[in-house]
């Protein structure tokens, strides 16, 4: 795809005049759109998705190290927040499924449920799918109230033969369905494989200096480093049809009715929405024309969390729990902007995942370890930066709206009731969106310069992360849930 000029003739000015202060240099590596951007199943992506992969990796390890025949019980022992939420986020079913050799982008969701309700019922698990173990759910399963040192998110899988111990892993799930074990964990690693591309950055003033320098958008950046991967077509195609799992996940939120699982008894709200949506007056006065697409942006965030809580097939954007922002936000601009086209689609990832290649590398989007403001903060901050930049910005523009987006979603709890993503985190989603949507419009408002630059705001994000306080951090034991509880 030929690289277009930059959007609105603005001068191209400087950032914050507050920088980021010294620290830790950032590794020298870079992240794929198509890491940030994954196919998986709901309800998590840090509970569900990364369990699930950790699960198939420990199967595979067992297989490549001819130690799989020889199996005769498995044992999962989830920790931290895994433990606390993981029964509410499906995490001990995610990492059945995955002893099964199933895999989160593959798997049908209601086969799965299926399946892992057998090996419940039966007490027979059929390891990697080729031979049948005993398992004792009770047993084997265990939650444990304590955390291991590397991240909040760990589970430990070990493999038992007739005379003992064949073969044990521990395993973190560190945020949008990235895993790490114990030795990565330790030399430092953070689920990605470091990868030299052609612009690389660390920080947004890298990104800005490169864009001037070479006299790029954001989003031309990204794909010209995509290249490091894959050739430019395989990268608009596949980012094309991480749009299509995005519909489609709106679609079926938009066509399912009912009773989200888990014990909260949470109605779905968005078909009933879309057919009040649908048959509005067709006269609208100014109230209800000013209304029209908040109301579409809300509808579309909660079809896709709504589909996200009752485990359905969702995009981790970046991750699961706020996987509705981005879709939500890019339909927007799909529905209400004339001539939108594939094109618009491919840029608006492009530009996200600039932001989120800094937010994972710098920080963290895993609300175990920093809370909310990880998830949904980083998530409205790559919408925002998305709809920028298909709305002409310039790269000082894109970055002036990330940082809004970030901003003002800093200190953000993660607490949510039961243990289920559902309360707050379904509602959570429409309103970043919404807030993504104005993060844009005040960024596009001036020519890019701001007094808190995005790498202050990420820092602060990062800080603010480690100053919460664990019960904070998707434990439920703390914030709404409690506040819930005693409602």
Known sequence: MPARRLGRRRRLTGIAAIRLPASKPAPAMSISALDLFKIGIGPSSSHTVGPMRAAGAFVQALAQGGQLVATRRVQARLYGSLAATGIGHGTDRAVVAGLMGLQPDQVDPDAMAQAVDAV????????????????????????????????????????????????????????????????????????????????PYTRGEQLLALCRQH?????????RNERAWRPDADTRAQLLAIWQVMKGCVARGLRCEGVLPGGLDVVRRAPAMFRRLNARDSRPNLITQTFAAMDWVNLYA????????????????PTN??????????????????????????????????????????ASISGAEVGCQGEVGSACAMAAAGLAQVLGGTPEQVENAAEIGLEHNLGL????????????????????????????????????????????????????????????????????AVAYTEC
């Open 321 to 362: 729990g706020a996987a509705g922002i981005i879709p939500a936000v890019l339909h927007y601009f799909m529905d209400f902007q004339r001539g939108a086209g594939d094109d618009d689609v491919v840029d608006f990832l492009l530009a996200a995942t600039a932001i989120g290649v800094l937010i994972k590398t710098n």
């Open 120 to 199: 419940q019922l039966d007490a027979r698990l059929p390891l990697a799918g080729t031979q049948t173990l005993p398992f004792d759910w009770a047993r084997d399963m265990r939650l444990m109230p304590v955390s291991l040192p590397w991240h909040p998110n760990a589970m430990r899988l070990s493999a038992h033969g007739e005379h003992g111990l064949l073969h044990e892993n521990t395993y973190y799930s560190v945020g949008g369905g990235f895993i790490v074990d114990e030795a990565q964990a330790a030399a430092g690693q953070t689920g990605v494989a470091a990868q030299p591309v052609e612009l």
């Open 413 to 480: 709890t993660c607490d949510p009731v039961g243990g289920l993503v559902q309360v707050p985190c379904i509602e959570r989603n429409a309103m970043a969106a919404v807030k993504a949507i104005n993060a844009a419009q005040l960024a596009l408002s001036g020519d890019g310069t701001h007094k808190i630059s995005l790498d202050a705001a990420i820092l602060t994000l990062r800080d603010t992360g480690r100053d919460m306080q664990e019960k904070y951090k998707e434990t439920s034991r703390g914030g709404l």
């Open 302 to 317: 909660l079809a896709v969390n709504e589909e996200n809580a009752a485990g359905g097939r969702v995009v981790t954007a």
């Open 215 to 223: 006299r790029l958008r954001v989003a031309d950046l990204v794909l």
